[in-house]
């Protein structure tokens, strides 16, 4: 009996030893390859003690730094990117708007601006109407209109030589215009400013008299004279 029990002993303690020295499956994870979202398969792996958990804990730790570092830059790059794409896309709309300023007495069309932009016409007019507020055939008759109105109150030309200078097609598509914006035709418009001005009293100090140039002539040869 005490033989049988000494082997009984020896195999407990062999069985033990061995229990601390097996090697064991796990599913693991690289912290390095967590942070490119990559999956490690099973590998073997002895029993974990303090100082291999302590390397796994500044293991995530760097990874996750490493996480926070590449997303700092891609959003700092990210954000660079956009300010560039506003400045272009600015600097895009400004050529369009000058393009207009310099041709609206012309028959321009889209089309032309969107050549002159290497864009297509459906995409030129998105972006125009997304950048201005509003399309293109609206923003090029607000142009000609205010050029237009500058000219009815400046000059004595007629409604139909204003409409022509300014790129309308005819004269009744700009007194349609016209009257939709300021609910009159444009000879009333030009009358009533007409009278507004005559009305409104001259302030002292800024009394002026305007002359044509035969009087103005006629002035200042006095003035030599003197």
Known sequence: PSGKLTATIRMESHRRVAMKRKICLKTTYDPMAMSMGTFVSPTPCR?????????LFRAKALSYALMAELMARFRAERNALRQEQAMQQNERIARMADYIAAHYREN???QQIAEREYLSVPYASRFFTRMMGMGFSAYLNHVRLTQAVSDLLATDDTIDHIAESNGFANTQAFVQLFKKQY????RQYRKQKYAKAKAAPVQAGNQYEILDTTQYLKYFADFLDK
């Open 47 to 55: 029993a974990h003690s303090s100082t291999d958990e302590g390397r």
């Open 183 to 186: 609910d009159m035709l444009p």
């Open 108 to 110: 321009i069309t889209l």
